[in-house]
């Protein structure tokens, strides 16, 4: 999950655990963890829109990051119903938010810089805080080429 500001910045918070656990179940200590960090930044998170794909398609994960006081903007996931009123309400609703969806782009290409630096593609390092560190760099370097472009 990556928060891409105004400003061309991203902000992501780094839950790390072992291998094979499914992004969904990461979700509520990512969700605290980017509070936690709002907070020390100063940033007011009231408003901002969050994009996941649809596997994040749930009442809870919605309620989650309404808490935060952000906007979930999450692909309708239609599994579980085929009754047409209901799919067409939330593809109404979505209709609405469709355009933030399309700017998911931007977040993903971050991923595809992200696995730019080989060190990150695989993780090699035993301790949390040495891989953690990496991450940061490489978000740093994202950040700055972002601002001043490659020198």
């Known amino acids: 999950m990556n928060i891409n500001d105004n400003s061309g910045n991203v902000f992501a918070p780094c839950v790390i655990r072992a291998v094979n656990v499914n992004d969904t179940k990461l979700l509520p200590d990512s969700l605290n963890e980017l509070g936690s960090i709002a907070a020390e930044l100063g940033i007011n998170l009231e408003g901002i829109p969050i ?13 989650m990051i309404y808490k935060l006081g952000m906007i979930p903007v999450i692909k309708p996931n239609h599994r579980k119903t085929k009754d047409q009123s209901i799919i067409a309400a939330r593809e ?6 469709e355009y ?9 290409r971050t991923f595809a810089w992200e696995d730019t630096y ?4 695989i ?11 990496f991450r940061y760099l490489a978000y740093t370097m994202i950040n700055y080429r972002s601002e001043f472009g490659k020198t």
Do not use: H
């Open 51 to 63: 994009t996941f794909d649809s596997g994040f398609y749930s009442r809870l994960d919605d309620e």
């Open 92 to 97: 109404d609703f979505f209709k609405e938010l």
């Open 100 to 108: 933030l969806y399309k700017q998911r782009y931007a977040i993903e």
């Open 118 to 121: 080989r060190k990150l593609v």
């Open 123 to 133: 993780r090699y390092e035993r301790l949390q805080s040495t891989f953690l560190g």
